[in-house]
């Protein structure tokens, strides 16, 4: 274990130690209910504090991360966000890449993690993951991030394996009005958005954004550059309605292109070289909400998603549509269902790339789904199960069932207890069932190769690869310590199968080449245990600590061909939000990660390398100039030049992420 | 940990001790509290200046009701009035996982429901003798009968009089006169 885990260690039973104390600080709750209703209504509000977050009556590992952390936290992009949240494992390999993950298994294409904008998945079937350099919101207006660790296949479908997150954005009635930002730094070489809300009729709310950025590339060691500075442009709307008194409408669209470089590091095309990445994409989301009373209720949900990728690695384009239709209701007093059937729609073509074919060119699938889920209270008030189950139907490999059991405690008020016994798989992706890789050429009588012809190593698809399928078994318990301070902590034991490996096929002769095919197969298995800490403690009205820690333990056999990413053991995050003098916020970050192991496809002998372990600090300072008007100033990474991250597994070159300060202005009209 | 250069760390650390010591030093006063305890805390008031009909509220009834609905977060703040005493009764929350209970409550506080489901619900309820607490204007307008909103960073009162009438309640005219009363 190493010392700066120790540390973390000692810092949570500080925590623990501290907010026991505050039992005493905790009174003045007690005092300002206890003030009269004159007093009452000249108290000064702050609005509503994070300590509620970790506390909420779900059986299941759930964080928040709000409005207000995001913008206390000077992220400024979605990836960068996710780093607030308690086991998210973030790591960024150059300036438009991430490795995002939950509970293991990293990668720039994470495959066993659910992400949705506004209810609309933006997972890729492409690889199975998510393109982080094509997924962006106005900040400004996401109302939170629920951030749900472990399985949640029966309520969100497959993918959804070792978590879901769930980006949700205000409801247009709270951003109206007009919001424009600008600013820029070392990094953030520019950036600015704007953003206006109207009232277009009577309960009819709506607001338009556009924003735009462009990102510096990153300096390699030697101060070379690495080519990957990054624009990009994106507007959109969103429109929410009453339109009777029992539906509410909301439609919303977004649309966006970037421009980036990047330098890829292939084998197979030869020394590193700068190449283009260009995205584009649009979509539209609506959603009808019905209530047929105040106890049941249904939505009907449809989105429209086009996306395009042009670069060296991949060339494609895809268009989904999905229908989902779902209803709660109540059975008596201890029943409280909700059912749902979906339909997705998708097809994609791929242009044929030096470095990766996928046969055929052009493919349509269909997603069928049904689920339900039931809430039953056991013994009011203290004991409550859920049992759901869903079953979805994919063109890769047919049925697949993801049933959940889940147990809630309640032994005394302020205290939750949870267990819970989830399956979820992770549905071939496009390139698992009909891709082409060249991974390298070994040129002929080389060291690698002593052969008198050039052997081609590919890596290739394979049509009757299933599913990866997890059972995972997890304990949770919640506690508010005092009034002031919260704490959450989740066990997990996940244990996996069918997990991807391959193998080496035979050899054959074209070409004047010999090609060694390694083929796609479902021959590893392994499991992963862990446990996630997360601390909220109000010290002081104006002084808030949040701690986080994860331990992570990952055992995996059969990779002697495949090797899968190893997390980082430990990871721990301490934040302390302060407001020192009035109008003025000061944030400090401090987050620790242990040493990982990251999938190289250059490396000849491992298939992985190392990354080292890291501690960075960010500093945030804002000062409300004015009722309208906050100034603040962000240092990110700031305790070194630079550190590595991570490896990206499909090429593109890896560089230190680089000490950073960016300015920003934000004005209210 | 050999990797980290101890002086990378000094300067951003020093800071941060030095807000400590500020803090240690330093008696910033806050004559702010969190949004949701003082709403707590008027809700508490509402029990106390709120008459309910003798058939809802009988003499050998010991305690009142406050239900809440709709986000869950808010029982953990409305906890520091449980079991408060309103003149010989004692108060009693609890959270309402859906509406189905809600015969027994006297008070229901709603905290950000969907705009349809609180139009339903309240629709449900109308007549009966509830005290019913929301959050903003809509509320007031569907037939709640007391919306506490923030205005200015301050939460004011707005009372539907005509609601709490047909209710049958009784609001006392000292929450009345501080209050925007809508007849």
């Known amino acids: 274990m190493h010392r700066f885990s120790i540390l973390s260690m000692s810092l949570l039973g500080l925590f623990v130690l501290g907010s026991r104390s505050s039992l005493v600080l905790g009174a003045d709750d007690q005092q300002i209910v206890d003030l009269s209703i004159e007093d009452l209504l000249n108290v000064k509000v702050t609005t509503a504090s994070k300590k509620a977050q970790i506390l909420s009556d779900t059986s299941a590992a759930v964080f928040v991360i709000n409005h207000e952390d995001i913008k206390r936290s000077g992220a400024t992009s979605i990836p960068e966000v996710l780093r607030l949240a308690p086991g998210v494992d973030v790591a960024r390999i150059n300036n438009r890449k991430w490795a995002v993950t939950i509970r293991g298994f990293n990668g720039s294409l994470a495959n066993k993690l659910l992400v949705m904008i506004d209810g609309r998945s933006v997972y890729s079937p492409d690889a199975s993951g998510v393109y982080w350099d094509a997924q962006d919101v106005m900040l400004e207006d996401v109302e939170r991030i629920e951030v749900i660790r472990g399985p949640g296949a029966t309520l969100w479908g497959a993918n959804a394996v070792n978590g879901v997150i769930n980006i949700i954005t205000q409801h247009a009635e709270d951003t109206q009005g007009g919001l424009l930002n600008a600013g820029g730094g070392s990094q953030e070489l520019g950036f600015g958005s704007v953003r206006y809300g109207a009232k277009l009729a009577d309960e009819t709310f709506a607001r338009a954004y556009f924003k735009g950025f462009l990102r510096d590339e990153y300096t390699l060691p030697k101060n070379d550059s690495s080519q990957d500075n990054w624009q990009q442009v994106q507007g959109g709307f969103r429109v929410d309605s009453l339109i009777s008194t029992q539906d509410t409408l909301s439609m919303q669209g977004n649309i966006y292109r970037g421009e980036m470089n990047q330098t890829l590091q292939s084998q197979a095309a030869g020394a590193p070289f700068q190449t283009p990445v260009d995205t584009s994409g649009w979509n539209l989301t609506s959603r009808l909400h019905h209530a047929f009373s105040s106890t049941a209720d249904y939505s009907l949900q449809f989105f429209y998603n086009h996306e395009q990728r042009d670069e060296f690695v991949v060339n494609n384009r895809r268009d989904t549509v999905n229908i989902d239709f779902q209803n709660t209701f109540s059975l008596g007093n201890r029943h409280n269902v909700i059912w749902g059937l979906g339909y997705r729609y998708s097809s994609d073509h791929f242009e044929d790339v030096p470095i990766l074919t996928i046969k055929p060119n052009s493919r349509e699938t269909n997603l069928y789904n049904l689920f339900a889920q039931d809430d039953i209270v056991l013994i009011e008030k203290y004991l409550s199960v859920t049992l759901g189950s869903r079953l979805e139907h994919n063109d890769y490999t047919g049925f697949e069932v993801q049933p959940t059991a889940r147990l809630l405690w309640t032994p005394k008020a302020g205290h939750k207890a949870w267990a819970s016994i989830s399956r979820a798989v992770r549905t071939p992706s496009r390139i698992e069932d009909n891709g082409k890789l060249n991974i390298r050429t070994l040129d002929a009588n080389s060291t690698q190769n002593s052969l008198p012809l050039p052997l081609n190593v590919t890596l290739n698809g394979n049509p009757a690869y299933k599913a990866e399928q997890l059972l995972s078994y997890e304990l949770g318990y919640r506690v508010a310590i005092t009034p002031k301070a919260s704490l959450d902590i989740t066990a997990f034991y996940n244990d996996y199968h069918t997990l991807r490996s391959s193998n080496t096929g035979a050899p054959s002769y074209d070409n004047g080449q010999i090609e060694i095919p390694i083929v796609f197969n479902n021959r590893s298995y392994g499991h992963t245990y862990g446990v996630e800490v997360a601390q909220v403690w109000q010290m002081l009205d104006w002084w808030r600590w949040d701690l986080s820690y994860g331990f992570l333990d990952t055992k995996l056999y059969n990779i002697d061909h495949y090797q899968a990413a190893i997390s980082p053991k430990h990871k721990v995050s301490l934040r302390a939000s302060l407001t020192p003098i009035n109008k003025v916020n000061l944030d400090f970050w401090l987050r620790y990660s242990d040493a990982a192991q990251a999938v190289n496809p250059l490396s000849y002998n491992a298939l992985t390398s190392t990354i080292n372990e890291y501690v960075t600090m960010d500093i945030r300072l804002a000062w409300q100039a004015h009722e309208k008007v906050e100034l603040s100033i962000t240092g990110q990474n700031l305790l070194e030049s630079g550190h590595l991250e991570y490896i990206d597994e499909s090429y593109a070159l890896h560089t230190p992420i680089q000490r950073s300060v960016y300015a920003k202005v934000s004005w209210r009209f | ?183």
Not at chain 2, 71 to 92: C, D, W, Y
Not at chain 2, 99 to 128: F, G, P, Q, R, T
Not at chain 2, 157 to 173: C, E, R
Request: a neutral charge.
């Open chain 2, 1 to 183: 940990m050999s990797r980290l250069n101890k002086s990378t760390l000094k300067s951003p650390l020093r800071l941060l001790c030095l807000v400590v010591l500020y803090a240690l030093w330093g008696s910033v006063h806050a004559d702010s509290a969190q949004e949701f305890t003082v709403r707590a805390g008027l809700a508490l008031n509402f029990a106390r200046f709120t008459e309910w009909p003798d058939t809802v509220l009988k003499d050998i009834d010991t305690t009142i009701n406050l239900c809440l609905l709709g986000n869950p977060m808010v029982e953990e703040a409305f906890a520091s009035i449980h079991g408060k005493t309103v003149g010989n009764r004692t108060l009693q929350v609890q959270l309402l996982a859906h509406s189905s209970n809600l015969n027994d409550c006297h008070i229901l506080y709603v905290s950000d429901l969907d705009k349809n489901k609180i139009a339903v619900l309240l629709d449900e309820i109308v007549n009966l003798p509830i005290l019913t607490i929301g959050e903003d204007d809509f509320f007031i307008q569907r037939g709640g009968a007391v919306s506490l909103e923030i205005l200015n960073d301050k939460i004011s009162i707005k009372i539907n009089l005509k609601t709490a009438k047909q209710n049958g309640l009784t609001i006392s005219a000292r929450v009345l006169k501080l209050a925007t009363v809508i007849q």
